[in-house]
């Protein structure tokens, strides 16, 4: 599984999940963010995460495929 180490925005707070998907370019668009969350194919924290625009938080962990994302502030 390959590891990701993720950082917020200076001033930012959260980023949305289909964003952080495509930030990290563990997938080629914004569309198949899209399906592969709605498909229940992305963990957060242990659980699977379904909402397309989740605010995904310093301290998140997001699983998906073979990637691993720790968001950090």
């Not at 990701?4 to 200076?10: G, N, S």
């Not at 924290?45 to 502030?73: C, H, P, Q, S, T």
Request: hydrophobic share 45%; proline share 1%.
């Amino acid at each position: 599984m390959e590891k990701i180490q993720f950082a917020l925005r200076e001033g930012e707070t959260f980023i949305p999940l289909i964003q952080l998907l495509k930030a990290t370019h563990v997938v080629g668009s914004g569309s198949e963010a899209q399906n592969v969350v709605v498909d229940g194919m992305v963990v957060r924290n242990g659980e699977v995460e379904l909402r397309k625009r989740a605010k995904i938080v310093e301290g998140d962990v997001i699983r998906f495929a073979d990637f691993e994302i720790v968001v950090k502030g």
